[in-house]
């Protein structure tokens, strides 16, 4: 049986937003920008920050689908643009269940493929959001912190 709390969640899931698209039932509304082209989604990211879209083609023409992404800004100010992931689980019944959400990096900024199991999991974007504004990945070699792991990976506009 699904407890209240867990139904409550997968409702928040389930609003509209202004868009008329289901909504990830996000708060942090200065980190979650909507229907957004990678460039309009750049414009409103500082160094070292990051924001939450729906990836609209740059040609202005209409899409069936739009891919659910996360933009980021390094701490140098280069541009990522990485895919978040929902799996779902439903009931015996057909009804859904719990979503999971993640965000996909490729296998060179992790190293080894076994790593890609450290890649945490959420039950919403709300808390995606809240790790990823909260925890950092320390590059011991240079010193630095960086939001994500982006240690080997190539600029998404290279």
Do not use: C, W
Not at 76 to 88: A, L, M, N, R, T
């Amino acid at each position: 049986m699904q407890d209240k709390t867990e139904e409550a969640d997968n409702e928040r899931l389930l609003e509209e937003d202004k868009y008329g698209r289901l909504s990830p039932g996000i708060s942090n509304s200065e980190l979650y920008i909507g229907g957004a082209t990678e460039t309009e989604a750049e414009k409103r990211i500082e160094y070292s920050g990051f924001v939450v879209y729906y990836r609209m083609p740059e040609d202005g023409s209409i899409s069936y689908s739009l891919p659910l992404m996360l933009a980021y800004r390094s701490s140098h100010g280069d541009f990522y643009h990485f895919p978040i992931s929902q799996s779902k689980q439903f009931d015996n019944h057909g009804k859904m269940k719990r979503s999971m959400y993640r965000v996909e990096f490729d296998d060179f900024s992790l190293g080894p493929s076994e790593n890609r199991r450290l890649i945490p999991g959420f039950f919403s974007l709300e808390a995606l959001i809240k790790h990823y504004k909260t925890f950092a990945y320390h590059d011991a070699e240079k010193g630095i912190l960086e939001t994500f792991p982006i240690k080997n990976k190539r600029n998404s506009k290279n």
